[in-house]
């Protein structure tokens, strides 16, 4: 059942610097500590002219839930990659997981005279005020990661569903259907990670033999994720597998169950198919045996390519999906070979194929939208 997506396959290197978020969740706080000077940005936190390479082409506002969270840090990055190659200026924030705040980044990128602002919606129901407050001063909104419709908004979105029911299936599948569990939300009211708990869910319920010992949020926050991981492995004799939805806290994980020598135990199940996670699966420590691919790469670039349109006043779709893949490590994929698990819903990679898909996502939408 092993089947390989179509992809152009060009290794690139993972930049694993990580920007400082700065966001305290305090109402108001629009002030220079949450403002990431990526380009051409000024230390009052106002719209420049220019960038480095020359005049810019538009402003495009940009904010993270978190930037602590390294899958929101390459998503940065990406964005800035392609940002920088079509000549826009891209002023960087971190909300802090705050809606109260995501709502005055906004309003201020409002005030700003922006040109497009993409947000990742802490929740989408809290934002749509804030979306048409943009939409009545001429300035398009973009959903980063999530499928939202406030009337007032476009979207760049992953399948969260479908990509973490097919790793829950492979999970059960190498369990061989029986185990105890543990389940870690990324933020409950978002709906990435609501999608994916629904996921989960309706995956586990075909497998009764998988007994769920906890569930709990660490609010897309590696820190919250490690403390809540400690307290399980603390809690639980015997956990068979720990289900965690973001890959900005499963390195963090490997290494803590490691240390704890239940490597061997406990199956760790992780989410956004990231370098950090995908280059240790196959080796010996790593007790990784499935991911679903988003690549945060993938989606900051392609976002950034949809603004772009937007400002050059073309049509777009409403909401323009990035593919999702499901990757595993060489033991789970001889596992689901022999299985009778139906996953032909989404293509299923080696942790290489993997790696390829995700560091190729410059060309992967370089002609996106050339048709």
Same mark, same amino acid.
């Not at 290197?13 to 706080?29: D, R, T, V």
């Not at 007032?152 to 973490?164: E, K, P």
């Not at 080796?283 to 790469?297: I, K, P, R, Y």
């Not at 139906?342 to 050339?370: C, H, M, P, R, W």
């Given at each position: 059942?092993?089947?390989?997506?179509?992809?152009?396959?060009?290794?690139?290197a993972?930049?694993?610097?990580?920007?400082a978020?700065?966001? %305290?969740?305090?109402?108001?706080?629009?002030?220079?500590?949450?403002?990431?000077?990526?380009?051409?940005?000024?230390?009052?936190?106002?719209?420049?002219?220019?960038?480095?390479?020359?005049?810019?082409k538009?402003?495009?506002?940009?904010?993270?839930?978190n930037?602590?969270?390294?899958?929101?840090?390459?998503?940065?990055?990406?964005?800035?990659?392609?940002?920088?190659?079509?000549?826009?200026?891209?002023?960087?924030?971190?909300?802090?997981?705050?809606?109260e705040?995501?709502?005055?980044?906004?309003?201020?990128?409002?005030?700003?005279?922006?040109d497009?602002?993409?947000a990742?919606?802490?929740n989408?129901?809290?934002?749509?005020?804030?979306?048409?407050?943009?939409?009545?001063?001429?300035?398009?909104?973009?959903?980063?990661? %999530?499928?939202?419709?406030t009337?007032?908004?476009?979207?760049?979105?992953? !399948?969260?569903?479908?990509?973490?029911?097919?790793?829950?299936?492979?999970?059960?599948?190498a369990l061989?259907?029986?185990?105890?569990?543990?389940?870690?939300?990324?933020?409950?009211? %978002?709906?990435?990670?609501?999608?994916?708990?629904?996921?989960?869910?309706?995956?586990?319920?075909?497998?009764?033999?998988i007994?769920?010992?906890?569930?709990?949020?660490?609010?897309?926050?590696?820190?919250?994720?490690?403390?809540?991981?400690?307290?399980?492995?603390?809690?639980?004799?015997?956990? !068979?597998?720990? /289900?965690?939805?973001?890959?900005?806290?499963?390195?963090?994980?490997?290494?803590?169950?490691?240390?704890?020598?239940?490597?061997?135990?406990?199956?760790?199940?992780?989410?956004?198919?990231?370098?950090?996670?995908?280059?240790?699966? %196959?080796?010996?420590?790593?007790?990784?045996?499935?991911?679903?691919?988003?690549?945060s790469?993938?989606?900051?670039?392609?976002?950034?390519?949809?603004?772009?349109?937007?400002?050059?006043?073309?049509?777009?779709?409403?909401?323009?999906?990035?593919?999702?893949?499901?990757?595993?490590? !060489?033991?789970?994929?001889?596992?689901?070979?022999?299985?009778?698990?139906?996953?032909? /819903?989404?293509?299923?990679?080696?942790?290489?194929?993997?790696?390829?898909?995700a560091?190729?996502?410059?060309?992967?939408?370089?002609?996106?939208?050339?048709e």
């Amino acid at each position: 059942m092993k089947k390989r997506i179509v992809a152009f396959l060009v290794c690139a290197a993972m930049i694993g610097s990580l920007l400082a978020g700065c966001g %305290n969740g305090e109402k108001g706080n629009t002030s220079d500590s949450t403002v990431e000077n990526v380009s051409g940005t000024s230390e009052q936190g106002e719209k420049d002219d220019s960038t480095a390479s020359g005049e810019s082409k538009g402003t495009i506002g940009w904010i993270m839930i978190n930037l602590t969270n390294s899958f929101y840090v390459s998503a940065v990055e990406a964005a800035q990659k392609a940002a920088d190659e079509l000549g826009y200026e891209l002023i960087v924030r971190d909300c802090g997981g705050s809606l109260e705040t995501e709502i005055d980044m906004i309003e201020n990128f409002i005030e700003m005279d922006v040109d497009v602002i993409c947000a990742d919606f802490v929740n989408a129901e809290g934002l749509a005020d804030a979306c048409k407050k943009a939409d009545d001063a001429g300035i398009k909104m973009i959903s980063l990661f %999530n499928s939202i419709d406030t009337g007032y908004n476009y979207s760049v979105a992953y !399948d969260h569903y479908t990509g973490f029911k097919a790793a829950t299936i492979a999970a059960c599948e190498a369990l061989e259907g029986e185990g105890q569990v543990v389940y870690m939300h990324g933020g409950i009211g %978002n709906w990435a990670g609501d999608e994916r708990t629904r996921g989960f869910e309706d995956a586990v319920a075909d497998y009764p033999g998988i007994e769920v010992l906890s569930t709990q949020s660490c609010n897309w926050d590696p820190a919250t994720g490690v403390s809540i991981a400690q307290t399980w492995l603390t809690q639980y004799d015997h956990i !068979d597998a720990m /289900f965690c939805m973001t890959d900005g806290v499963t390195p963090s994980l490997i290494e803590l169950i490691a240390d704890a020598g239940r490597t061997d135990e406990i199956l760790l199940v992780g989410n956004d198919g990231e370098a950090p996670v995908l280059e240790q699966m %196959n080796t010996e420590g790593c007790n990784v045996g499935a991911d679903a691919l988003l690549s945060s790469l993938r989606g900051g670039y392609l976002a950034v390519l949809c603004a772009d349109q937007l400002i050059q006043g073309n049509e777009i779709e409403k909401t323009t999906w990035i593919p999702v893949s499901l990757v595993v490590s !060489d033991k789970v994929m001889e596992v689901l070979e022999n299985s009778d698990a139906d996953l032909s /819903f989404i293509d299923v990679l080696t942790a290489e194929e993997g790696l390829e898909v995700a560091n190729n996502y410059q060309n992967e939408f370089k002609d996106y939208f050339s048709e």
